[in-house]
């Protein structure tokens, strides 16, 4: 494999900080740290984990994720966002309840052994014109609709709350303020609640949770409801979005590289409980835009985000008890917000053509449904589903059509 370019002049790393590179850190840090969280402890609590696992799966996701972040733009200057997946957390709140925790440590190892083969291999752009990336946006849109609609059951039974976030997200989008409106709405909802809502009684941890390893257990119904989903999840709405932000961005991007090393990272995080350590998309996008200062020195922006999720998953045995005092629906709340750009864009990626209509709607609802058939989950289905309707119905209707036009014609 051939390393990462780096730069051999290797100026002194703080020189290179600025204020717009440490905003661009600071609003990815707490975008990764806000919306994934909470869907951690959803996840969490789903599968019946006990809070030592939970702690150590925060612990590990925001270590890994963060260090990852820290030495791949320092060694190649480029600002690429570490963390962990938040729609691969999202699509694991419905696998939880599904497989024991050992089960799901042994299937977030095989998913990161299939990024790191699809690395190494260069399989990456082959891998995901396999399955359309409108069946893969519709599939996760069906998986984030429970979701949207709580969210809008949580805004009105904590209303006060609901309605000043809601209209604090609108006022940010509406002005396309420097803070995302995300972060503004979840910022000021804290602030609301706790002037309005008094908290429960917060049970502290006694101590210290050191990290432990986590024996896996593998089978095959794991392999194929929760490694394959989640590799591809990563892959698509975490890799792809980020390389293409980088991309966009004028960076030479080491895509075999950044993909292989998503996978080691996620392996080594898989073995004390983590389900990935990867690039972050969105969270790539805000540090590599203009926004973030001149482009030799956006890099810093990175490493400053991976500096704030490390310090978070160094004290998450701390922090975690408070977050899990917060009122559930206000979690809701929170999740809707984190999951609303990616539902939004999820819909709009899933039905943009209009050639197919009829796989990505059956994606979308069998992901909706959260049936299990022979013990395989619903979003396996949705994936297959989708792609046999888009390659064998949908595409031989196209070309019988066109056909059928020339000869008319």
Not at 205 to 215: D, K
Not at 345 to 359: E, G
Request: glycine share 8%.
């Amino acid at each position: 494999m051939n390393s990462i370019p780096g730069n051999k002049e290797h100026p002194l790393f703080l020189k290179d900080l600025n204020h717009k590179n440490i905003s661009a850190g600071m609003v990815a840090a707490i975008f990764v740290i806000t919306g994934p969280t909470a869907l951690i402890l959803e996840a969490s609590s789903n599968g019946n984990f006990s809070t030592v696992q939970t702690i150590l799966w925060i612990f590990t996701v925001y270590v890994f994720g963060g260090l990852f972040g820290i030495i791949l733009p320092m060694y190649s200057r480029i600002p690429i966002v570490g963390g962990h997946t938040l729609t691969g957390v999202a699509f694991l709140t419905t696998m939880t309840s599904q497989f024991t925790y050992h089960e799901l440590i042994g299937s977030y190892i095989i998913s990161g052994i299939l990024m790191v083969l699809i690395g190494y291999l260069g399989l990456f752009s082959k891998l995901i014109k396999l399955v359309p990336k409108e069946i893969i946006s519709a599939m996760l849109a069906g998986m984030v609709t429970n979701y949207m609609v709580n969210f809008i059951f949580s805004i009105n039974n904590l209303l006060i709350v609901g309605f000043i976030s809601l209209i604090t997200y609108f006022i940010f989008s509406r002005w396309k303020l420097k803070v995302p409106p995300v972060i503004a709405a979840i910022i000021i909802g804290v602030i609301v609640l706790s002037l309005f809502y008094p908290l429960k009684t917060i049970q502290w941890t006694s101590g210290v949770i050191m990290p432990e390893i986590q024996l896996p257990e593998f089978n095959i119904l794991s392999f194929l409801s929760v490694s394959i989903p989640l590799a591809l999840l990563i892959l698509s709405n975490d890799g792809a979005v980020a390389i293409g932000a980088l991309k966009q961005n004028n960076y030479r991007t080491p895509i075999k590289q950044i993909i292989s090393l998503s996978g080691l990272f996620s392996i080594i995080s898989s073995f004390f409980g983590g389900q990935s350590a990867n690039i972050a998309g969105m969270a790539t996008v805000i540090c590599s835009d203009e926004e973030a200062g001149p482009k030799e020195k956006r890099y810093m922006g990175a490493v400053v985000a991976g500096v704030l999720l490390l310090v978070f998953g160094l004290f998450s045995w701390k922090l975690i008890p408070l977050i899990q005092s917060l009122p559930k629906d206000f979690i809701s709340i929170i999740l809707g917000f984190s999951l609303l750009s990616v539902f939004g864009n999820s819909l709009h990626q899933a039905f943009s053509k209009h050639t197919m209509k009829i796989s990505t709607v059956f994606a979308f609802i069998i992901a909706l449904s959260s049936i299990t058939f022979l013990n395989i989950s619903a979003p396996v289905w949705s994936l297959l589903v989708g792609s046999f309707i888009a390659r064998y119905i949908e595409s031989n209707t196209i070309e019988k059509n066109r056909e059928k036009s020339n000869k008319t014609a």
